[in-house]
Nanobody, 126 residues
Framework: QVQLVESGGGLVQAGGSLRLSCAAS????????MAWFRQAPGRERELAAAVSDNGGVTYYADSVSGRFTISRDNAKNTVYLQMNSLKPEDTANYLC???????????????????WGQGTQVTVSS
């Protein structure tokens, strides 16, 4: 069982930065791939970024590539999302998720994730 708690969201002006954190409980954190999804009102949940269990492989959605950086610290049971050059369209609830494998395809399918946090709200003003 893994519990995930996100923090670091808030209100920021366009062009600004935020750093999200997701703290995980349990001693098996390093065996899970981790991801940040986001969901805006009226829209489907979408994968923003993901990182493999040892941090060696990362994935970014085209919409955030070059602006967001996902990283993890397995000693601290924490995954981070550094968000730079934020845009109003980045406004969403950002959720942390964990999965037990790293598939070759369909990394963005929510059904593949075993555990989810409650999310932290990010609002970017224009």
């Amino acid at each position: 069982q893994v519990q995930l708690v996100e923090s670091g969201g808030g209100l920021v002006q366009a062009g600004g930065s935020l750093r999200l954190s997701c703290a995980a409980s349990g001693r098996t954190f390093s065996s899970y791939a981790m991801a940040w999804f986001r969901q805006a009102p009226g829209r489907e949940r979408e994968l923003a970024a993901a990182v493999s269990d040892n941090g060696g492989v990362t994935y970014y959605a085209d919409s955030v590539s070059g602006r967001f950086t996902i990283s993890r610290d397995n000693a601290k049971n924490t995954v981070y999302l550094q968000m730079n050059s934020l845009k109003p369209e980045d406004t969403a609830n950002y959720l942390c998720a964990a999965r037990s494998n790293w598939p070759r395809v369909h990394l963005g399918y929510t059904s593949g994730y075993n555990y989810w946090g409650q999310g932290t709200q990010v609002t970017v003003s224009s």
